[in-house]
Structure formats: structure tokens, C-alpha cells
């Protein structure tokens, strides 16, 4: 049995300002992903293929952070407290309370980046692509965060490297914020870096991401406690896993019909 270490959420204060180690963790996610997309372009563009230039990119990358903040806090209000935002609605704003949701931020990217292919005239699938492969090491610096706060913990277990949490009682739980970051961020990331390596169909990159994440999502939700306020739903799953099936089914839709256009 494993003790979570307790690692103060504060990184470091500067006067009353109080930064955190979650904020950090998006800081560090957004970098990365501006990091392989500048390497990407860079690879691309001697042979006149790559699809932005860095000008463009840098607006992507703004319009998807946009996205991200704003689609998954509104979508952690939508999806999980909607009743109480309802009563609260100025709490909605409080964002260094915490309370984000993947699925909020996936949508919100998704429109951010209607808005940028339109205004750039770039097909809307050839961006999301492009995207595609820089998202996942975010992923996995957000579950990181997740880690380091000692949230969203995971379901009580009898494994050797269980976890106590503080706050979720003196019994060891799966610490399913590093599975998460393993599959989701990290596993993830290796399969669509390989996969975007070569020239694929429009959208079937898009469509791998979408299937793998939902998939790696739907089953770490097996180890990962129910959100309290919530419990399971319907047929025994939990938000998550019900949010997960659509992009399951829109992947491989999407990955069987760009393949029959090739």
C-alpha cells in the first residue's frame, strides 16, 4: 500500500498571487503541443506539404486554448453540476475552485476550430488532423495535475500499489489519475505520432483519436471512483463512460468513412 504524497497544490506564490501546479500542468500542456506543431510544420515545410505556417499556427493554438478553458468549464457545468450552477450562477466563473471537464474541452475545441478553418480557408478535417496528435501529451500533463491535487482518485482496491488518498478515507485506491495520464496521454500520443507519420486519408486521424481516446477513457472509468454527486447511471456507468461512448462511435465512423474515400 501506497501513501499519496501531499504535494502542496500551490506551486509558488508571488505576493497574493498563488500559482498552482494545475495551472502549470495546462501551461506545460499548451507548450507541448506548440512545440510539435512547430516541429511538424518545420519537417514539412522544405518539401512544401505542411498545412499552416507558423503565423496560422500560432492563431490555432490560441483559438484551441480558447476552446479548451471555456468548453470545459461550461461543460463541467452542463454535464456534472448542472442544478447547482443553476442556483449558483456566478460560481461558473470561479474557475480556481476547479472543475473541468475533458468532454466540455473536446467540444469547445471542436467549434474553435469551425471559427479557424473558415476564417483561414482550410478544410475543417485537415486541421482537426493536424490537432489531433499534439492533444494527447496535454492530456497527459492535465491527469498529472489531477494527481498532484490528490483528485479524482480511483475505486477502492486490494492491489499492491493502491493508494491512500487524503480525504477519500483510510482505505488504498486505484491512483487512476496516472492510468489515465498512461493511456489517454501518453499511449495515446505514441499510437497518433505514429500514425500521422505517413499521409492518411482526410479525417482518419481525427477518427483514430477519437476511438482511442474514448476507449482508454471508457475503461479507466472501471478503476476511477464516481464523481460523488453523481454515482453511476444508467446500466451501472459512470458520466464519463456515457460521454465516452459517442466519440467511440463517431471514431470508427469516421475511420471507415475516410477509408472507403480513398
Known sequence: MLIHPQIDPVAFSVGPLAVRWYGLMYLAGFAAAWWLGTRRIRAATPSGTALLTRAQFDDLLFAAIVGVILGGRLGYVVFY??????????EIFAIW????????????????MVFFA????????????FLAP???????????????????WGRVTEVSWG???????????????????????????ALLWWFSSK?????????VFLLGYG????????????????????????????????????????????????
Open 81 to 90: 453540476k448542472a442544478a447547482h450552477f443553476a442556483e449558483h450562477p456566478l
Open 97 to 112: 475552485q476547479g472543475g473541468m471537464s475533458f468532454h466540455g474541452g473536446f467540444l469547445g475545441v471542436l467549434l474553435a
Open 118 to 129: 473558415r476564417r483561414h480557408r482550410l478544410a475543417w478535417f485537415d486541421v482537426m488532423d
Open 134 to 152: 499534439l492533444v494527447p501529451l496535454g492530456i497527459a500533463t492535465g491527469r498529472l495535475g489531477n494527481f498532484i491535487n490528490g483528485e479524482l
Open 163 to 189: 493508494m491512500v488518498f487524503r480525504g477519500a478515507g483510510p482505505l488504498p485506491r486505484h491512483p487512476s489519475q496516472l492510468y489515465e495520464m498512461a493511456l489517454e496521454g501518453l499511449a495515446l500520443f
Open 199 to 207: 499521409p492518411r486519408p482526410r479525417g482518419q486521424i481525427s477518427g
Open 215 to 262: 476507449v482508454f477513457r471508457f475503461a479507466v472509468e472501471f478503476a476511477r471512483e464516481p464523481d460523488d454527486f453523481l454515482g453511476l447511471l444508467a446500466l451501472g456507468l459512470s458520466m464519463g463512460q456515457w460521454l465516452s461512448l459517442p466519440m467511440i462511435a463517431a471514431g470508427l465512423g469516421l475511420v471507415y468513412w475516410s477509408g472507403r474515400r480513398t
